[in-house]
Structure formats: structure tokens, C-alpha cells
């Protein structure tokens, strides 16, 4: 695979997932891959087709949530010249496209019911007809469906059919979102910082501080591997000195002190501004707090090294920051034995 179309990973639930496509990629049955935002949903329908018989044939993606419903039916099912207002020659559709190979069909879960009764009818026997056309054609394609949605719930609410689910699902691959994937984060970072720092032109990899990789395995990654890359990518080009560690992190990169306030509300009433605030330590389970004194000082230590990080070790700007006299801060760091 290609630089950019690695699997990066070595927790349980990763890789039992990517066995499961290895398993299914020489079987010509469908596969629906499930999974947040992020999680890597594309590389599996790439996996699956590299490793088919259908390799050497076309990997066709289409993202059924870019297009508008009116389009959706031809750009799948193609079109011929006046069968629509637009419409002024001739047009394959994405299955004639992809005859042979697989397509891939990504946020399947926004399909419309009508394009759903014609997909059902490409999948179940094979045959597709160009809107316009009474023609059948016959096509050879191997589908692989991706949705972050819950499709047996949409299925129950009927907003999905149930007979197309059915014929999708011949294999279901779940993919684990990486709060879950124990020791995934610190691989990934690595990874991704590593390969940062080369583009960048810095001479050595010099890693992430101790507490910028607590704040890296706690965070609760929302946008999973996707967003993780951009927040480490992100920390290396800002810190822009090879010879120390990374010794900041910014996961929200709108956070500022100068973000323009929410605007009023259409019905009058006013909304406050909240003050961005910086990303706080993780507070632990109160119930599992048995010593007071140990959870403070575990807490203002994370405090400390955020800021200190955020300020480059600057011990005045981050006096500032905290509301502390430098000798206060220089006290601090003494106590809680950090050191640049």
C-alpha cells in the first residue's frame, strides 16, 4: 500500500478487525464497513479490493453524502443524453465504471429510499439501467458499503430497507474507535510525528514530552486517527525546534482568547460568550479519589506542565497565565520536581 494508505496499530481490537478484511477481501460478496469519522473506514474498502482477484481491476469510490438526492440515481446508474433537464450526452454511472473491479460506497446511510430500490436491484441481480434507458446492462461489481450510522435502527424506523441491509451485510466489519485501542495513540503520534518532523526538514525526531503524551492517552479523540494526525502534526510544526521535546499540545485549534463572541439570537435574546479556555487535565473519578492530598498535587502538576508547555518553558508568561508571582511559580515547579 502507499505511504499515506498505511495501517498504523497493534491493540486487540484493530487488529482483529483488519483480519476480519483480509479474511473477506477474496470473497465476492458484499461487506458493509462500520465505524466513527476517522476511523479508517476508506482504507478497509481498500484493503478488501487489494487483496481480491479484482485488484488490477477499478476501485471506484463514491461519497453518497456529497451529492444532492436529484443526482445521486446518476451518478450511480449513469444517464442518457435528454433523459433530464441537464443532461445533454451520454453518461456512465458509477457500476458501469467500476464493472470488473469493486465500489465503494461511502455514508451509504444517506441514500434515498428511491436510489435504495435501484441499488437493491444492482446488487441482487447484477443488472443496472441508465436513467433514461429501458435497457438492462449487465455489470460485474463487488460493493463495499461504509456508514457511521446505525442502519438496523434506521432499517426499524423505516428509513432504510431492510432487504437491501440484508443483502449488504454478508460480512460486517466494525471498526474500534481509538479511545478503545489500547496503545494505539502513542504508535500513531509517533508515527505521524515522525513523519511531520522529516517534511519539516528537522534533523532527529525528539518526541513528546512525558506529560504531552499523558494529555495524548487521555484525550477522548472524537475524530479518532483522523483528527489525531492533524492535532500531532500540528504540535510539531508549531514548536519548530527539533533539539527539545514537544512540550505542547493544542487539540481544539479554534481555541483562542480573541474568538469572536456567538452572535445574538434571531428571537432578541442574548447569548454569553464563554471565555475559551485551554484544555483541562483529566479529572479522575471522585469515587475512586483515596487521598485528597495525592489527587491535588497530581492535578496542579498537569496544570503546570500544560502551561508550561503552552508558554515554551517562558516561566514569566506562564506566571501570567496562572495568576502566580514568578517566585510562586518557581516554588511550584520545585515542588513537583519539573525541569525543562
Known amino acids: 500500500m502507499e505511504r499515506e494508505n ?17 479474511r473477506a477481501a477474496p470473497m465476492r460478496r458484499p461487506v458493509l464497513v462500520i465505524g466513527e469519522r476517522g476511523t479508517g473506514k476508506e ?35 449513469g444517464h442518457e443524453a435528454g433523459s433530464f433537464t441537464g443532461a445533454t450526452r451520454q453518461r456512465a454511472g458509477r457500476f458501469e465504471e467500476a464493472d470488473g473491479g469493486t465500489l465503494f460506497l461511502d455514508e451509504i446511510g444517506t441514500l434515498s429510499m428511491a436510489a435504495q430500490e435501484r441499488l437493491l436491484r444492482a446488487v441482487e441481480y447484477g443488472e443496472v439501467n441508465r436513467i433514461g434507458s ?44 481509538l479511545r478503545v485501542r489500547e496503545g494505539d495513540v502513542d504508535v500513531l503520534a509517533d508515527y ?43 504540535a510539531v510544526y508549531r514548536w519548530g525546534d527539533w533539539t527539545d521535546p514537544i512540550g505542547h499540545v493544542q487539540f481544539d485549534p479554534f481555541d483562542s482568547p480573541w474568538r469572536p463572541a456567538p452572535m445574538p439570537r434571531a428571537d432578541g435574546e442574548g447569548t454569553t460568550s464563554v471565555p475559551s479556555q485551554a484544555p483541562r487535565a483529566p479529572v479522575p473519578e471522585l469515587d475512586s479519589i483515596g487521598d485528597l492530598r495525592a489527587a491535588v498535587e497530581a492535578h496542579e502538576r498537569a496544570i503546570l506542565e500544560h502551561h508550561l508547555g503552552r508558554n515554551r518553558w517562558n516561566q514569566r508568561q506562564t506566571a501570567k497565565a496562572l495568576g502566580l508571582t514568578y517566585d510562586q511559580l518557581r516554588h511550584c515547579i520545585r515542588k513537583h520536581g519539573l525541569s525543562e
Open 43 to 77: 482504507l478497509i474498502a481498500e484493503r478488501l479490493h487489494r487483496l481480491s482477484d479484482r485488484w488490477e481491476e477499478p476501485l471506484v469510490t463514491m461519497n453518497c453524502a456529497a451529492l444532492p438526492e436529484t443526482l445521486i440515481e446518476a451518478e450511480l446508474f
Open 134 to 177: 429501458s435497457r438492462p446492462m449487465r455489470v460485474d461489481v463487488r460493493i463495499v458499503a461504509a456508514t457511521n450510522e446505525n442502519l438496523p435502527q434506521l432499517a426499524d424506523q423505516g428509513r432504510f430497507r431492510a432487504d437491501l441491509l440484508d443483502r449488504l451485510s454478508f460480512e460486517v466489519i466494525t471498526l474500534p474507535p
Open 6 to 22: 498505511q495501517f498504523i496499530g497493534q491493540s486487540g481490537a484493530f487488529l482483529d478487525a483488519v483480519e476480519r478484511a483480509s
Open 192 to 234: 505521524f510525528g515522525r513523519r511531520m518532523a522529516a517534511e519539516i526538514g528537522w534533523e532527529r525526531w525528539p518526541g513528546f514530552a512525558d506529560h504531552v503524551r499523558r494529555q495524548l492517552d487521555e484525550y477522548p479523540w472524537p475524530g479518532n486517527v483522523r483528527e489525531l494526525r492533524n492535532v500531532v502534526e500540528r
